[in-house]
């Protein structure tokens, strides 16, 4: 059974910073590419981050400079470092790891950690 299972997440303030964590276990990080998702209050979801199986990156352009996602295969988990926050990240924070075998698409999701930034 897969399991992405996200920590890290909590209160803070303007201008702080957290680091969130996604452990997986049933699938190795390695082989999927891996990404950060965020849903604000009455918002759809939206992508924030991805890191693809060589260690490309990509980011949204509102957490571009301030955000950075990165990969411990030997932890089998994927990070997001969220610096300079500001009230416009609040919202709970998703962890995915998709990959595609011989032309089918396997999709994880994590179960979200909240996140809260204040004024």
């Known amino acids: 059974q897969v399991q992405l299972v996200e920590s890290g997440g909590g209160l803070v303030q303007a201008g702080g910073s957290l680091r969130l964590s996604c452990v997986a276990s049933?699938?190795?990080?390695?082989?999927?590419?891996a990404c950060w998702y965020r849903q604000a209050p009455g918002k759809q979801r939206e992508f924030v981050a991805v890191?693809?199986?060589?260690?490309?990156?990509n980011y949204a352009d509102s957490v571009k400079g301030r955000f950075t996602i990165s990969r411990d295969n030997a932890k089998n988990t994927v990070s997001l470092q969220m610096n300079n926050l500001n009230p416009g990240d609040t919202g709970v924070y998703y962890c995915?790891?998709?990959?595609?075998?011989?032309?089918?698409?396997?999709?994880?999701w994590g179960q979200g950690t909240q996140v809260t930034v204040s004024s």
């Open positions: 995915n790891a998709e990959n595609t075998l011989f032309g089918h698409t396997n999709t994880y």
């Open positions: 049933g699938i190795r990080f390695s082989m999927h590419v």
């Open positions: 890191i693809g199986s060589g260690d490309s990156t």
